[in-house]
């Protein structure tokens, strides 16, 4: 069983442009969290999403930012018009709904943003 | 609000030398408490967890009892090894909330 995939690995963005990032969670797992980690600091909570449904977002800044989990594919999350204060490590993690583990969060290897 | 609050790292140690890293809590609540692990270049594993006082998790020779008392969950480990190098994560989560609330990070350095 594949772990969670994230890609890519490494993005570089010029100021004003649009990250995407996108993370494939573990087979069988319906529930998405996105975190963000700044140099220096500990992992932020972002959003947390089920397919097709977002279920908190209290820590997703309120502009620029957008995150979806469609029915079919990766989780997105996306980043309107960069700067550089969104240059950070964004960690996806998913979850399962039932069984051994519901609701413990694996963590992919994270995706590394750096606005130029 | 809920935080938590990591020892100040680096941290080096030699091989087999006893580790142990702290970590303080502030929540609402009883939350579930966890240290994960991230080793270079790799996404965070999950190490240990204990979900209510007095709990022990252990796990690879690592062990942290939840201490309401003190509102802790400090790591241990005997005895260290080259392979244990990593940045160490303690982390909660409050009852009704699936969102990880992390500390810092203490970065551990094992010398042969």
């Known amino acids: 069983n594949a772990g969670v995939m994230q890609n890519p690995r490494h993005l570089v963005r010029r100021r004003g442009q649009e990250a995407r990032l996108r993370c494939s969670p573990m087979?069988?797992?319906?529930?998405v969290y996105w975190y963000r980690q700044l140099p220096e600091e500990g992992l932020k909570f972002m959003v947390y999403?089920?397919?097709?449904?977002?279920?908190?977002e209290s820590g997703m800044p309120k502009e620029r930012f957008s995150a979806e989990f469609p029915k079919e594919g990766p989780s997105i999350l996306r980043i309107q018009q960069v700067v550089r204060g969104d240059s950070a490590a964004y960690f996806c993690?998913?979850?399962?709904?039932?069984?051994?583990?519901?609701?413990?969060?694996?963590f992919g290897p994270g995706t590394r943003l750096t606005v130029t | 609000g809920n935080s938590v609050t990591q020892m100040e790292g680096p941290v080096t140690l030699s091989e087999e030398a006893f580790l142990t890293i702290n970590c303080t809590y502030t929540?609402?609540?009883?939350?579930?408490l966890f240290w994960y692990v991230q080793y270079p270049g790799e996404g965070l594993q999950l190490l240990l967890k204990?979900?209510?006082?007095?709990d022990k998790g252990s796990n690879k020779g690592f062990e942290a009892t939840y201490r309401k008392e003190t509102t802790s969950f400090h790591l241990e480990k005997g005895s260290v090894q080259v392979s244990d190098s990593a940045v160490y994560f303690c982390?909660?989560?409050?009852?009704?909330?699936?969102?990880?609330?992390f500390g810092k990070g203490t970065k551990l350095t094992v010398n042969p």
């Open positions: 993690a998913s979850s399962p709904l039932n069984g051994p583990g519901a609701y413990e969060q694996y």
């Open positions: 999403l089920q397919k097709e449904n977002i279920i908190d």
């Open positions: 204990a979900t209510k006082a007095d």
């Open positions: 982390a909660l989560k409050r009852g009704g909330s699936e969102k990880l609330v």
């Open positions: 087979k069988g797992h319906s529930h």
């Open positions: 929540a609402t609540g009883y939350p579930s």
